[in-house]
């Protein structure tokens, strides 16, 4: 008797640290990227003429350097004393968010530190837009436009600005897309109000649009 209970107590330990380390690993953990590489890539000319919107992509990760690249790029810091952004914003308010969806999880790039930093450890790509190819691309962007750091301005403000802000961000991306042979599509068939609940947004976010990144199908 005293044996089957020493078993059972046994294996009750065993399964309690395996799952507390499945726990430990599944964990998400910051992605610090690699310095963006801000030389080179093609002629602008060259790249406007290249820009267009892709539909299919291929289910090849992207390498944590063409993400650097991408999200510096995007809305990244290129004047370090200022703190100011590849993207303009009204009144400087830095009111757009990028979170960053891949399969191993839901990340927010924090511009500042070019870090990724985790939000949830689950792959919901799927959620980002209502087209059936978004689950296929490695890398969907959501823009959310934080109201709470645009101080008084009217809700019609609000809207007006966060909108043609994520435009410019979103036209960034394309444009090093087009330089790069990436495939590209921003995107507003999404529903809202499922997504920003999975993401835990809070009242005063609001997702603007989501574009998606990767290799193009041949």
């Not at 890539?41 to 892709?54: A, H, N, Q």
């Not at 191993?104 to 792959?123: C, M, N, R």
């Not at 101080?151 to 960034?172: M, W």
Request: with cysteine.
């Amino acid at each position: 008797m005293q044996r089957t209970l020493f078993v059972i107590a046994f294996l009750t330990w065993s399964i309690s640290i395996l799952c507390t380390t499945l726990s430990f690993s599944d964990e998400l953990k910051p992605i610090k990227l690699p310095d963006p590489q801000v030389k080179g890539g093609r002629p602008l000319m060259e790249v406007l003429k290249d820009r267009s919107s892709f539909r299919s992509f291929r289910s090849e990760k992207l390498p944590l350097q063409v993400i650097s690249n991408l999200l510096w790029a995007a809305f990244g810091v290129n004047r370090p004393d200022t703190g100011k952004r590849t993207a303009p914003s009204a009144v400087n308010w830095q009111e757009i968010d990028i979170y960053v969806a891949m399969t191993e999880g839901l990340y927010l790039y924090d511009a500042k530190t070019h870090i990724l930093k985790p939000v949830l450890s689950a792959d919901i790509r799927a959620m980002t837009g209502r087209q059936e190819f978004v689950k296929d691309a490695p890398v969907n962007l959501i823009y959310v436009a934080d109201f709470s750091r645009m101080g008084t301005a009217t809700k019609e403000d609000k809207d007006l600005y966060s909108a043609a802000d994520t435009g410019f961000i979103s036209q960034n991306v394309y444009l090093y897309c087009a330089s790069e042979g990436l495939a590209t599509v921003v995107r507003g068939s999404i529903d809202r109000q499922a997504l920003a609940k999975t993401m835990k947004l809070r009242p005063e976010q609001k997702i603007i649009l989501a574009q998606s990144v990767g290799y193009p199908k041949k």
